[in-house]
């Protein structure tokens, strides 16, 4: 099966579209232990889960990563005036 990936307009899209995969893997994998009536499936499967979970976690840092960096240079770029600076007493 082809994936079809949309098109995305920033990392930040492309993170979020990522933990939001994370947390429906976890979720799928938690229902599904909680079907599961073998114990040795169902610790597996609660296994994949917090897996999912870490994923989800490491992709979350990262995102408040980059927007604090955007935040930060979008904060030193507007910090630039494109008009020059005229003095008082000219």
């Known amino acids: 099966m ?3 990936i949309p098109e ?4 930040e ?17 938690t229902e599904a232990a909680n079907l599961a009536q073998a114990a040795e499936v169902r610790d597996f499967l609660l296994g994949m889960a917090e897996m999912e979970q ?14 604090s960096d955007k935040t930060v240079m979008n904060g030193i770029l507007s910090s630039f005036n494109d008009e020059p600076e005229i003095e ?3």
């Open 2 to 4: 082809k994936r079809v």
């Open 8 to 11: 995305y307009s920033s990392l």
């Open 13 to 29: 899209d492309i993170l979020q579209d990522a933990i939001d995969k994370e947390t429906d893997a976890k979720q799928f994998y």
């Open 54 to 67: 870490g994923h989800a976690d490491m992709l979350q840092r990262k995102l408040e990563s980059v927007k």
């Open 88 to 90: 008082k007493g000219e």
